[in-house]
T-cell receptor, first 114, second 115 residues
């Protein structure tokens, strides 16, 4: 079945450690996105990518980094510079960047600090 | 700045009844898109319905309809004949005019359907 796979489902980070969240899609979608969700809040955009080898910062990019070397993959690294990384992270993709196209989401990764 | 407001943190509805989830937005863009998503306890976001700012008719998708009042800047989701499986968080989101990659999400409404 086509979809978006995020792994791992749960992740723990130690102080000063970088961790990478995986996002893979087999929908042949061009655009991919990373969001952060905190309790009682909506989603906030971290980074997005419209095409391979290109990505743009969202509203809360500080302390995060991404790469887009393949169309199917858009990993997110939470660096040690992100002082409050505990959150639920959602990856999304979109078939094409037109007005009425919705985003398709993965099941999310829950990141906590040890 | 773009802003989405969902004023109902939680709601209850009796099974088989209709329920309206409120969403107001703030934008100066003449063109924009409004989306509703459902988030079950498992975490994934499920797209429900879309309304474009220039659409003449309110959007409908099965049991979901959108009560779009442009002058009041509101885009309320109506769920008819509620089912137990409708219990979830519901998020309203807006896509801005000049960057189709930028979506702004409200804080959500938790809907509980009672048997």
């Amino acid at each position: 079945d086509g979809g978006i796979t995020q792994s791992p489902k749960y992740l723990f980070r130690k102080e000063g450690q970088n961790v990478t969240l995986s996002c893979e899609q087999n929908l042949n979608h061009d655009a991919m996105y990373w969001y952060r969700q905190d309790p009682g809040q909506g989603l906030r955009l971290i980074y997005y990518s419209q095409i391979v080898n290109d990505f743009q910062k969202g509203d809360i990019a500080e302390g995060y980094s991404v790469s887009r070397e393949k169309k199917e993959s858009f990993p997110l690294t939470v660096t040690s510079a992100q002082k409050n990384p505990t959150a639920f992270y959602l990856c999304a993709s979109r078939q094409e960047v037109v007005s009425n196209q919705p985003q398709h989401f993965g099941d999310g990764t829950r990141l906590s600090i040890l | 700045a773009q802003k989405i407001t969902q004023t109902q943190p939680g709601m209850f509805v009796q099974e088989k009844e209709a329920v309206t989830l409120d969403c107001t937005y703030d934008t100066s863009d003449p063109s924009y898109g409004l989306f509703w998503y459902k988030q079950p306890s498992s975490g994934e976001m499920i797209f429900l319905i879309y309304q474009g700012s220039y659409d003449q008719q309110n959007a409908t998708e099965g049991r979901y309809s959108l009560n779009f009042q442009k002058a009041r800047k509101s885009a309320n989701l109506v769920i008819s004949a509620s089912q137990l499986g409708d219990s979830a968080m519901y998020f309203c989101a807006m896509r801005e005019q000049y960057n189709f990659n930028k979506f702004y999400f409200g804080s959500g409404t938790k809907l509980n359907v009672k048997p």
